[in-house]
């Protein structure tokens, strides 16, 4: 008998430590939060910084990163979440908990020099180099690529590069207004529509229900959205 009830206490405290752990998750003072070093990303820096210091009461430190670097810092724990990424890439990572609502519709665009012809078919030449970053690379795995592609995960450098003629193509993640900038200065064509949502480390689920009540709350007739 004494065996017995030993066993049933052994098994009912394993039984209960998943939901022991979700109860005592404490709410931290300070988080990192690592962002794209894309030069249209600050209004959803804005608003994620005062999601967490204005509405949950946390601090954070914020930490430009180089695109695919983003995700593995997040994923291995040495940034706490990130303020924008495509929910497709995002869904790769087996840590990253993709937090709704999503913020932004945006497209993956190809960037040509003024008068070069701006067509998909610079993908099938085999003389074209065309700038981009392995999470773009993802996202279009459905075109066939027999041009020369050139992964720099620093976004802003693709701009400069284009602007400065050192390359004469690019592939580059935007949205509404930003896009329309671009169009003053290269030729654009669009490839994708991607969904785009703020991401947490998994270990901080416990943050969910405050952090989708107050997205919910600010997107309110205030939507990031673009169609």
Known sequence: MYRLITLLMVLLSFESYPGEERATYS??????????????????VSMIKAVYQDDLGIKVTLLP?????????????????????????????????????GLLIGELLLLCQRGLECTTEVFSDPESIILTNMANQRILDGYQFKARVVNNEKL????????????????????GTFTDKLRESFEVTELKKVRLHHVIHK???????ELQQSLNKRLNGKSFLQD
């Open 156 to 175: 802003s450098d693709t701009l400069e590069m284009l602007t400065e003629g050192r390359v004469r193509y690019g592939i580059f993640g935007s949205y």
């Open 27 to 44: 709410k931290p003072e300070r988080l990192v939060i690592s962002h794209l070093d894309h030069p249209g990303i600050q209004p959803f």
């Open 65 to 101: 990163t180089p695109a695919m670097r983003g995700f593995f810092m997040v994923n291995e724990g040495f940034s706490d979440a990130d303020v924008l990424r495509i929910d497709v890439n995002a869904g790769a990572f087996e840590n990253l908990i993709i937090v709704e609502p």
């Open 203 to 209: 270990k901080h689920s416990g943050l969910l229900p």
